[in-house]
């Protein structure tokens, strides 16, 4: 429960032993047979500010790539339309940014692609043999990932801007075809003061998504 999306940082550097202690934690979580899909990389010094810009560079220009794996449902039902828009006004107006501000808006999002500027910056990737399985069961290790973070001390944001340019990431990063690009991970020390860290987003009443069949 206190767990959160946390897009502000101090500049205290993180540990390599910390961070290979969360991610050995992380590689517990559940997958069938075992098979522990997905993996990390760590992307930093000149790798990482060549990344960043080439994100940076790939966004301002509108251009758009072919992503590895299908995310929103097309088309986006009400529903879940109504829940983005909810989570879009939380995170803007938690630093007032009006809705009619694009500029504002677009500053916001390109932090995205710098990490928010965290002192660890992670790719996760899967091997592109796995179906809709391993990206479950990878979803779990994540997850893992984040609770060992905050456990730690640690705060984390995942950043699913990154799987919208994955043959450019591969590009900067020498990868090759077969690593499917899921998303980014910021992970570092909170930076408390920051008005960003105060969002606030709702979550959907338990009868909403369970129910009893007798």
């Not at 960043?52 to 339309?81: I, K, N, V």
């Not at 107006?93 to 990490?115: K, L, M, P, W, Y």
């Not at 450019?168 to 090759?176: A, E, F, V, Y």
């Not at 930076?191 to 909403?208: F, H, I, M, P």
Request: aromatic share 8%; net charge neutral; with cysteine.
């Amino acid at each position: 429960m206190a767990r959160r999306s946390i897009r502000a940082y101090q500049t205290k550097p993180v540990a390599d032993s910390l961070l290979g202690e969360v991610l050995t934690q992380a590689r517990n979580a559940p997958s069938g047979a075992n098979l522990q899909p997905g993996s990390f990389i760590l992307v930093r010094g000149e790798a990482r500010e060549r990344l960043t810009a080439d994100l940076t560079q790939g966004w301002r220009s509108g251009a758009q790539e072919p992503e590895d794996y299908s995310y929103f449902p097309t088309p986006l039902p009400m529903t879940l339309r109504r829940r983005q828009v909810a989570a879009a006004k939380a995170l803007y107006g938690s630093i007032g940014v009006a809705q009619a501000d694009r500029a504002g808006r677009d500053q916001q999002f390109e932090q995205n692609f710098r990490f928010f500027d965290a002192p660890v910056a992670l790719i996760a990737t899967i091997h592109g043999d796995f179906g809709s399985g391993g990206y479950m069961d990878f979803g779990m290790t994540l997850y893992g990932l984040m609770l060992a973070a905050q456990s730690q001390g640690l705060a984390t944001c995942a950043i699913g801007a990154m799987a919208s340019y994955p043959g450019l990431i591969r590009r900067s990063l020498g990868l090759d075809e077969r690593s499917k690009i899921v998303c980014g991970i910021a992970l570092g020390y909170a930076d408390g003061d920051a008005a960003v860290n105060q969002t606030v987003t709702e979550r959907c009443s338990l009868d909403q998504y369970f129910r009893v069949i007798d």
